[in-house]
């Protein structure tokens, strides 16, 4: 699945390069407009407007608009996934993936409007890190079968973080996704 996800993505870059080397220069209409891009803001705080206590960070919320339709996530949520994609991207395209961050505001307003389509985002369970932790040091697990990019086991601050199967192969694979667990080859996934 990533191996196809690596082949379009080469293609678009080789399709940009050519577009932007054969000489037609056409002007882009609007090209500093941001009228086809979600808007992404954070969510001011009702009341008196302090945050206090020690979730202050944590309970930040971001809105997410588009086309008349808004989207609320959590903001670690949201820097997670960020992440996510930027971690994927650097390993699809090496050096090359920083021009490609500027679609990530697509990119998450499409994965709050799928997973939000199935009226349980937030109702998704998974076992703590310090699990997964023990389960790679212990015995070598590397893999998730049943996550998704909100709630996979994100490598950070040390922790050496697998690949995960999701729901949704085609708006996650962006955010390091292998695709269907039902769809996976796992004697090849072993070879490797």
Not at 62 to 76: K, Y
Not at 83 to 110: A, I, K
Not at 161 to 184: E, H, I, K, R
């Amino acid at each position: 699945f990533l191996s196809d996800v690596q082949k379009c993505s080469r293609r678009l870059i080789l399709e940009e390069q050519s577009r932007g080397s054969g000489g037609n220069k056409r002007k882009r209409k609007n090209a500093s407009s941001s009228n086809n891009i979600p808007k992404i803001t954070l969510v001011e705080k009702d009341g008196d407007g302090r945050g206090g206590g020690r979730n202050a960070n944590r309970d930040r919320q971001v809105n997410v608009a588009f086309g008349g339709v808004s989207m609320r996530i959590n903001e670690m949520h949201k820097n997670k996934l960020y992440s996510l994609y930027q971690f994927t991207l650097t390993n699809l395209l090496g050096r090359d993936h920083e021009r490609y961050l500027q679609y990530f505001p697509q990119l998450l307003f499409t994965i709050l409007l799928r997973y939000d389509a199935l009226e349980g985002a937030g109702l998704q369970s998974a076992i703590p890190p310090t699990v997964f932790r023990f389960l790679h040091t212990r015995f070598g697990c590397a893999f998730e079968c049943f996550a998704s990019p909100f709630n996979c086991w994100l490598k950070k601050s040390g922790d050496k973080g697998g690949t995960y199967g999701s729901a949704f192969g085609d708006t996650d694979a962006l955010f390091g996704s292998a695709g269907s667990f039902f769809g996976m080859e796992f004697l090849e996934m072993a070879k490797a």
